[in-house]
């Protein structure tokens, strides 16, 4: 065999073996997502009587996009978080009216979200509608926006009354004119909720529950809606006449940070 024959013959033998260890090892997988523990479920899969309206799943909210995380529009909740919104459901049904819920559980990645778009003080796109009377530069210092949330650890939920029978929202158009937040009830944008002074996620201290310069009807739904959620084990935020979170907290210190999607709960 001449020199070039052994030389060829050495490199096929070469290309083989690095084919053979080639197709022997394993393809590098994609990261699986993190999924939710067993505790959280779908608002749905304990009452889907509740009506669902998941605001960071569009472009309807402070952002005006819609936020990191946010793949479907579902309420995902811990069980006894999810259970006690039912003990409410049921109360508020036997008299005319029906839960609504803006927000549930929301991952991290969802919140720091929020934390770019609160320094990014060129981006207003929003401003008309949820804080036309605060300087962005301000939204850290007053409380608006923080790098951390309880909603992350899944007790949290962001929610409203409506009257039955519900009647139909219409969807926001992006780039449609906006109203502020605080506006009477026929000039801000249309929501099927009874009235409860302003907007949902109003960056305003008329969101306040208890402001004293919301009174009449107003007033009056902000303490039913409170009072039926004190009934059953949650608790208000001052701050946001939507904001509740049930006690005790199954995650107190957990921060989670799986994607809002029904597969993140799935078999729960």
């Not at 699986?32 to 998941?54: G, H, N, Q, Y």
């Not at 306040?208 to 739904?221: I, K, L, M, S």
Request: charged share 25%; aromatic share 10%; proline share 8%.
């Amino acid at each position: 065999m001449t020199g070039i024959a052994r030389a060829l013959r050495a490199l096929a033998a070469a290309g083989a073996a690095l084919l053979a260890v080639t197709a022997a090892a394993p393809v590098a997988a994609a990261r699986p997502e993190p999924k939710a523990p067993p505790e959280f479920v779908d608002l749905r899969s304990v009452d889907p009587t509740i009506i669902t309206e998941m605001r960071y799943t569009t472009a309807h909210n402070f952002m005006g996009e819609p936020v990191d995380g946010y793949r479907q529009p579902v309420c995902i909740l811990t069980r006894p978080a999810a259970l006690a919104l039912r003990t409410a459901q049921r109360s508020l049904l036997r008299q005319g009216y029906s839960l609504k819920v803006y927000d549930c559980y929301r991952p991290q990645r969802a919140v720091d979200h929020f934390v770019r778009w609160a320094k990014d003080l060129d981006d207003q796109s929003m401003k008309d509608e949820f804080y036309p009377q605060v300087d962005k530069t301000r939204l850290f210092w007053d409380g608006y926006i923080a790098e951390k949330s309880g909603h992350s650890r899944g007790g949290t939920v962001d929610l409203t009354l409506v009257k039955l029978p519900a009647s139909p929202t219409r969807p926001y158009e992006p780039g449609e004119e906006l109203a502020p937040c605080y506006a009477p009830r026929d000039e801000r944008f249309p929501d099927n909720s009874v009235d409860m002074g302003t907007g949902y996620d109003c960056f305003d201290t008329l969101s306040h529950t208890d402001d004293p310069r919301v009174q009449g009807v107003q007033r009056a739904n902000r303490q039913f809606l409170k009072s039926t959620l004190s009934a059953a084990g949650f608790v208000n935020l001052a701050e946001e006449w939507w904001h509740f979170t049930y006690r005790p907290e199954v995650f107190p210190d957990t921060y989670f940070d799986f994607p809002v999607a029904r597969r993140s709960v799935a078999g729960h």
